[in-house]
């Protein structure tokens, strides 16, 4: 499991989001936390300042010794009941009285705040902090301090009110605690899940990598689950299965017409060997070397339309077949190619029927369409049965041709109907009446229609099969164009 691996990745992507998600949480709960017993105090602190900075005006606006004295006795009552330190300063800062948790008020004119301190009460009239009074101190110590005007509304003191509460700092600690160990606990039940949730996930990519090693060590026949419980897995797998059930029948198909290639060329040629050896022995008596003339003739042509066929598939494949296309008369084309046929048609004694326009022009490479139509026809030849019927048509249909050809026979079977034009492809020979070819005729006829713009189509109903494909007419002879 390499730290390339896409479980690697996917987990250590999980980790990252998951322990940055909780660093954030518990971050916020402290925070938060903090700012709500900062707060809650600081709100208790204002109160006592409040109520002491009153009593400081009074104090203040008199000279009476004993209201001075009471003042002392109530500052220190406060201190001590409250467990806080008590600050007065004069305006400058300078400290007046302290009082202490332990209740004692006393004067301390020797001792002054920093002027942040002292400048801060100035311009917003108040003071907060988590310290004592701008010196350097723990997180459970709080301050808060208020100004004190005079009949002239001039700031004539300030009153400032220190106190440490451990309990409110524990509370934060202890929460902050019991939240880490919770996020920490969820962290690793979290880690966990994601764990098996990444092998989970990774576990179809891998059994897809290891049939794609099947596939590349020649077995075709396995296959990936499609219910992975995820749409593009599944997605994926069941494109991975078409492909692998494309390349095995394709695989078949090319085993099929490397033995059918095979079977094809090694009977004319041996055929032909025979014959000629015949020949240069003497086997073959010299009156009837005519006879056998004409059947090397005829093997060697075959040889080379099955040839003229692979290469013709080949240049479709790689998209090299060229068209030289031009007007020629069409009918006159197919009659020709009928005509070709006379031998075998009366040998089968068929019916023709013939219903083609006269000069119908299209626009198209002669000699390709002549090797469409022939494949038709000598597949019609072929396949129709003793005394049955042969029908051909050719008209004109807007701005195409289409051209029709039908036999009765046995017909083509639905399972084999959708695959008669693919390349390689041939039915059934237990039951077809084709024992050779190699599965390209159809193929070629196909592309060569399609790469005239023209569409091709078949159908059977078990007792006769059609098949019908159009061609673009000639401009001149387009309906409303000029002869």
Same mark, same amino acid.
């Given at each position: ?31 938060? $936390? ?24 009074? $104090? ?27 600050? !007065? ?81 524990? $509370? ?103 014959? !000629?050896?015949? $020949? ?92 469409? !139509?022939?494949?038709? !026809? ?106």
């Amino acid at each position: 499991m390499g730290k390339h691996s896409f479980f690697f990745k996917n987990y250590v992507t999980h980790l990252i989001l998951i322990v940055c998600a909780f660093a954030v949480a518990g971050g916020v709960f402290h925070y938060q $936390m903090s700012n709500y017993a900062l707060a809650s105090k600081q709100a208790e602190l204002r109160t006592t300042v409040q109520s002491l900075a009153e009593q400081t005006r009074l $104090m203040l606006g008199t000279d009476s010794e004993i209201i001075q004295q009471i003042y002392m006795i109530s500052i220190g009552t406060v201190a001590k009941e409250d467990a806080i330190t008590v600050y !007065v300063t004069d305006p400058n800062g300078s400290i007046q009285v302290i009082a202490g948790p332990d209740g004692l008020a006393t004067t301390a004119p020797d001792y002054r705040l920093s002027q942040e301190v002292v400048q801060q009460v100035h311009r917003t009239g108040s003071y907060a902090e988590v310290g004592r009074l701008g010196m350097m101190d723990d997180n459970s110590s709080y301050t808060v301090g208020t100004g004190v005007t005079g009949p002239d509304n001039q700031l004539s003191a300030m009153v400032f009110v220190y106190t440490k509460d451990a309990a409110a700092a524990d $509370m934060v600690r202890h929460s902050t605690q019991t939240l880490m160990l919770i996020l920490l606990i969820t962290l690793a039940v979290a880690l966990i899940l994601s764990f098996i949730l990444s092998q989970h996930m990774t576990r179809p990519l891998k059994v897809i990598a290891g049939a794609a090693k099947e596939f590349a060590a020649g077995n075709f026949e396995v296959r990936v689950p499609e219910d992975n419980h995820c749409y593009e897995i599944d997605e994926l797998a069941v494109s991975f299965n078409n492909m692998a059930r494309d390349l095995n029948q394709l695989e078949e198909l090319t085993r099929g017409f490397i033995s059918n290639v095979s079977h094809e060329f090694k009977t004319p040629m041996t055929t032909i060997g025979g014959f !000629v050896d015949g $020949m240069i022995d003497g086997t073959i008596p010299a009156g009837q070397r005519d006879k056998y003339l004409h059947i090397i003739a005829e093997e060697s042509r075959r040889l080379s339309r099955m040839v003229g066929r692979m290469l013709d598939a080949a240049k479709i494949q790689s998209g090299e077949l060229i068209l030289n296309p031009a007007p020629f008369d069409f009918s006159e084309m197919t009659t020709q190619i009928l005509l070709s046929f006379e031998q075998k048609i009366e040998k089968k004694q068929l019916e023709v029927n013939c219903e083609m326009d006269d000069r119908l022009i299209v626009m198209g490479d002669r000699d390709h369409l002549y090797r469409a !139509v022939y494949n038709l !026809v000598d597949n019609a030849v072929k396949f129709i049965n003793p005394n049955g019927c042969l029908r051909l048509r050719a008209h004109p249909d807007g701005k195409f041709c289409t051209f029709s050809i039908r036999n009765t026979g046995a017909g083509i079977s639905a399972e084999d109907l959708p695959h008669v034009f693919d390349r390689f492809y041939k039915a059934d020979r237990s039951r077809s009446m084709d024992k050779t070819g190699a599965g390209l005729g159809l193929y070629i006829v196909k592309n060569i229609i399609n790469l005239h713009g023209g569409e091709i189509s078949v159908s059977s109903n078990g007792g006769a099969t059609e098949f019908e494909f159009t061609l673009p007419l000639a401009p001149q002879q387009l309906p409303g164009s000029k002869q």
